[in-house]
Nanobody, 122 residues
Framework: QVQLVESGGDLVQAGGSLRLSCTAS????????AAWFRQAPGKEREFVAA????????YYTESVKGRFTISGDTAKNTIFLQMNSLKPEDTAVYYC???????????????WGQGTQVTVSS
């Protein structure tokens, strides 16, 4: 059984930083792309960042480029999302995902975590 467990969400002031973690059990993140998505109240789930650990490729949505960094630790089977210079518009539930079934930026991943809340106050 595959499980993804996120952690690290919190309430932070604008300009602050958070580091999200997602640990997988039952599969390896190194098999294919892994990603972070987020969903704000009343909005659709949106792509944030993805990583292909075997090739060290990373991809970001435009609004987080230069502020967020996705990385992974294959030994710990964990991916991370370092978020700096946080803005109120970054407030959302953040989900990690594994095993894309289409493009890496599409929310059609096979496995999802339960989500972790990130709230940025102004």
């Amino acid at each position: 059984q595959v499980q993804l467990v996120e952690s690290g969400g919190d309430l932070v002031q604008a300009g602050g930083s958070l580091r999200l973690s997602c640990t997988a059990s039952g599969r390896a993140f190194s098999n294919d792309a892994a990603a972070w998505f987020r969903q704000a109240p009343g909005k659709e789930r949106e792509f944030v960042a993805a990583i292909l650990l075997t090739e060290a490729y990373t991809y970001y949505t435009e609004s987080v480029k230069g502020r967020f960094t996705i990385s992974g630790d294959t030994a710990k089977n964990t991916i991370f999302l370092q978020m700096n210079s946080l803005k109120p518009e970054d407030t959302a539930v953040y989900y990690c995902a594994a095993e894309p079934t289409t493009a890496y930026y599409s929310p059609l991943y096979r496995y999802w975590g339960q989500g972790t809340q990130v709230t940025v106050s102004s």
